[in-house]
């Protein structure tokens, strides 16, 4: 189970960085968005999360589980969501100024001949 999170937490890393380098918006949007997603389940990794257990120390609990990851995490969603609003926001914006989607705002030589 551990390999698979690590696998899965590679592949989104990958392909969050594969589409940020990307010259349009919306695949750069879409890669920081999978970027935050293995962000969300790295924390949740080095978490230890127990199932079953309390989130908070009581005498008739056998154990705890550390609250800190899920706030973390539930933080980092919110945060994520508004970051991925306002990118959104900037690059409809960008395109109405521009005429184009492109990052660096230059049509390529390959997008003018097709």
């Given amino acids: 189970m551990d390999a698979l999170l690590a696998l899965v937490i590679g592949v989104l890393t990958a392909a969050g960085v594969f589409l940020a380098l990307r010259p349009?918006?919306?695949p750069v949007v879409l890669?920081?968005?999978f970027l935050s997603y293995a962000v969300n389940l790295f924390l949740f990794a080095m978490g230890r999360l127990a199932v079953g257990v309390p989130p908070i120390?009581?005498?008739a609990a056998a154990g705890y589980t550390d609250p800190l990851p899920q706030a973390l995490v539930l933080t980092a969603?919110?945060?994520s969501f508004g970051m991925t609003a306002f990118v959104i926001?900037?690059?409809l914006k960008a395109r109405a100024e521009l005429g184009n989607d492109?990052?660096?705002g230059l049509e390529h030589e390959t997008d003018r001949h097709a």
Avoid: K, M, P, Q
Wanted: glycine share 6%; proline share 0%; hydrophobic share 55%.
């Fill in 31 to 33: 890669g920081l968005t």
């Fill in 57 to 59: 120390i009581s005498e």
């Fill in 89 to 91: 926001v900037l690059a």
């Fill in 102 to 104: 492109h990052v660096d």
């Fill in 24 to 26: 349009r918006t919306f």
């Fill in 77 to 79: 969603i919110v945060i």
